[in-house]
């Protein structure tokens, strides 16, 4: 008898063991897909990252170059409020102190500015 309960010991040990291995081989395929979301998160952030960094450089030579056309003032493209620059971009001009939400509250030398400025 003594050999019978030491197989049955013996084939528990075993079991548990392979219970261990198939816990371990389905965490592993866990961890695998987990990385595999990171890794596309990454590359969506760092996209966006681009983006933005591009949308960045563009304003500031838009406004630049709007600058160096009327000193003193600026010029920047942002999206119509409520959406994203996906949907469009407004031209948003500053005199002085003062925002101009659209073209259409520029004076026509000022409005031949800014399209200039875009051209450029």
Avoid: C, H
């Avoid at 952030?45 to 406004?63: I, T, W, Y």
């Avoid at 942002?78 to 949907?87: A, C, N, T």
């Avoid at 971009?89 to 659209?102: A, I």
Wanted: glycine residues 8%; hydrophobic residues 35%; aromatic residues 4%.
């Amino acid at each position: 008898m003594p050999s019978l309960q030491a197989k049955a010991d013996e084939l528990r040990k075993k079991q548990k063991g392979m219970k261990k291995q198939v816990n371990l081989k389905k965490m592993s395929a866990t961890v695998l897909k987990d990385n595999e979301k990171i890794e596309d998160a990454i590359e969506k952030l760092d996209r966006s990252k681009r983006n933005a960094l591009q949308k960045e450089k563009v304003n500031g030579d838009v406004g630049g170059i709007f600058a160096e056309l009327l000193p003193d003032n600026f010029a920047k493209l942002q999206p119509p409020e409520g959406q994203d620059s996906m949907q469009g971009l407004e031209v948003k001009v500053q005199l002085g102190t003062v925002w101009k939400q659209s073209l259409t509250e520029l004076r026509g030398g000022q409005r031949y500015e800014t399209v200039t400025s875009k051209i450029m």
